[in-house]
């Protein structure tokens, strides 16, 4: 059975930084690519960013880039999202999601809701101004 539990979201002032993990089983996770998503109150789903583990490559919202940065243990099956620079904005349930990696996958794909078929529950992340 997969699995994709997300932990180390809370509460954090503008400018602060909190890390997220997303710790995965179930499957082969140097198989797969794991995602970052987000979703705020009354929007949608979004992609933040998106690793293989396989071979590295890593995908980044406009949004978030250069104050995100993904990366993968793979020996814990473990990926992380350190997240730094934080704004109000930021403030959403951040899900983590697993699919099959497609090395022609675009950066649209790769941040795409509708690519991913393995969810985590989700883990709240507010940053207060």
């Known amino acids: 059975e997969v699995q994709l539990v997300e932990s180390g979201g809370g509460l954090v002032q503008a400018g602060g930084s909190l890390r997220l993990s997303c710790a995965a089983s179930?499957?082969?996770?140097?198989?797969?690519?794991i995602g970052w998503f987000r979703q705020a109150p009354g929007k949608e789903r979004e992609g933040v960013s998106c690793?293989?583990?396989?071979?590295?490559?890593?995908y980044y919202a406009d949004s978030v880039k250069g104050r995100f940065t993904i990366s993968s243990d793979n020996a814990k099956n473990t990926v992380y999202l350190q997240m730094n620079s934080l704004k109000p904005e930021d403030t959403a349930v951040y899900y983590c999601?697993?699919?099959?990696?497609?090395?022609?996958?675009?950066?649209?794909?790769?941040?795409?809701?509708?690519?991913?078929?393995?969810w985590g529950q989700g883990t709240q992340v507010t940053v207060s101004s």
């Open positions: 999601a697993a699919d099959p990696y497609k090395p022609e996958w675009t950066t649209a794909q790769a941040m795409g809701v509708i690519e991913y078929d393995y």
């Open positions: 690793i293989s583990s396989s071979d590295g490559s890593t």
């Open positions: 179930g499957f082969t996770f140097d198989d797969y690519a």
